[in-house]
């Protein structure tokens, strides 16, 4: 498809992002375009002050405008109970929920050798030095079962023994209406490792 040199450009762009598709790349071109003047300057400002005004938080790492997120600076948070996340993005799913009241830590990245990414290439020191300053803290790992998530849940395990941490981790197993037999064999082991007991 032959697009005029702007219109290409842009869906290029839009192309960069995770998720979408030439063909919603097409579609978010075009309808970007007609917009009205005014908001097409207000959304390149956006993605600007976004760009320029966003950075990570001191303590936790998460998103914020400010140097404390939100999360951090709420007084009415378990500061004692931490749930280790991969990357920020995932905090916006455990808050949705509204079933969390603790606080994050984002790791941004995991443990990976074949990608040369170690803990000193994480977001790891600075939990160690907030579990410091706790009394009796718990750490949720919630990581995904992937080689990589197993690699940083046993090296964070092994780090923080004889620290009396908590350490616990999400369950894993069979989505509410799955059929077992579509299930992949990571998600159904899982599932056999993670069982509860219903009756003794």
Do not use: W
Not at 64 to 72: A, G, K, S, V, Y
Not at 108 to 117: A, E, F, H, M, Y
Not at 180 to 198: C, F, G, V
Request: charged share 30%; net charge negative.
């Amino acid at each position: 498809m032959n697009y005029p040199k702007d219109l290409a450009t842009l869906i290029n762009y839009y192309e960069k992002l995770p998720g979408i598709g030439s063909k919603s790349a097409e579609r978010l071109a075009i309808a970007t375009i007609e917009l009205k003047e005014e908001e097409i300057t207000e959304f390149s400002d956006a993605l600007k002050n976004a760009k320029k005004n966003l950075s990570r938080c001191s303590v936790c790492g998460h998103i914020t405008d400010q140097e404390l997120c939100d999360i951090c600076r709420d007084e009415t948070r378990n500061k004692n109970l931490i749930c280790v996340i991969e990357d920020y993005k995932n905090i916006f799913a455990f808050e949705k929920s509204g079933k969390f009241n603790g606080t994050y830590h984002v790791l941004n990245g995991l443990i990976s050798p074949l990608d040369d990414i170690g803990p000193e290439d994480i977001n790891l020191n600075s939990l160690i030095v907030r579990l410091e300053k706790l009394k009796n803290p718990e750490l949720i790992l919630a990581l995904k079962p992937t080689i990589e998530g197993e690699a940083t849940t046993m090296y964070i395990k092994k780090i923080l023994e004889g620290k009396n941490v908590t350490i616990s981790r999400l369950a894993y197993g069979i989505p509410i209406g799955a059929e077992i037999d579509y299930l992949d064999n990571i998600t159904l082991e899982k599932a056999l490792e993670d069982r509860k007991k219903i009756s003794e």
